[in-house]
Antibody, heavy 118, light 110 residues
């Protein structure tokens, strides 16, 4: 079964850091681009970042550039999101997703919740 | 940056046809994907590349894309189709390619 499982969410103070992880199984992880997508409470979906199969290309939404870093470990079938200088507006459910044909997101994890608050 | 515009809400009676639009500048030149999200759940891909369906998605779900509007059509709507629907494209037109989502449309089954 193709599966993505996120972890690492929690409550963090403004200015703090958090590292999210996403464990992939059931498919050849190293063959796919991967994404992080977030959803603030009561709001729509917002793309955060993409990473190429070998990690050589990374793209970010402007609001997280310089603060968030997407990475992957193909040997561990894992995707990561290092989040620094967190702000209240980063509060959201964070989903990892597999990037499929024509940059669609064809498999999603269940999400992990990040709350930035003092 | 590229903007996708969806109506906030669409209402339809059971058994009827729902059409959810996604507007964007020359969106017909891009591949459009659609997601369904039910409360408390992760999104699910229901249409990709304008009009293709992933395995397991009912044939009632179909898509089209031309000019400045893409459309998700749900035929013979059921109560279980009530959800938020999002369109999405990949905008590679700038130096910083990025994924763009529409604002989402809440489908209400009357």
């Amino acid at each position: 079964e193709v599966q993505l499982v996120e972890s690492g969410g929690g409550l963090v103070q403004p200015g703090g850091s958090l590292r999210l992880s996403c464990a992939a199984s059931g498919f050849t992880f190293s063959s796919y681009w991967m994404s992080w997508v977030r959803q603030a409470p009561g709001k729509g979906l917002e793309w955060v970042a993409n990473i190429k199969q070998d990690g050589s290309e990374k793209y970010y939404v402007d609001s997280v550039k310089g603060r968030f870093t997407i990475s992957r470990d193909n040997a561990k079938n894992s995707l990561y999101l290092q989040m620094n200088s967190l702000r209240a507006e980063d509060t959201a459910v964070y989903y990892c997703a597999r990037v499929g044909y024509d940059i669609c997101m064809d498999v999603w994890g269940q999400g992990t919740t990040v709350t930035v608050s003092s | 940056s590229y903007v996708l515009t969806q109506p906030p809400s669409v209402s339809v009676a059971p058994g009827q046809t729902a059409r959810i639009t996604c507007g964007g500048n020359n969106i017909g030149s891009k591949s459009v994907h659609w997601y369904q999200q039910k409360p408390g759940q992760a999104p699910v891909l229901v249409v990709y590349d304008d009009s293709d369906r992933p395995s397991g998605i009912p044939e009632r779900f179909s898509g089209s894309n031309s000019g400045n509007t893409a459309t998700l059509t749900i035929s013979r709507v059921e109560a279980g189709d009530e959800a938020d629907y999002y369109c999405q494209v990949w905008d590679s037109s700038s130096d910083h390619p990025h994924v763009v989502f529409g604002g989402g449309t809440k489908l209400t089954v009357l």
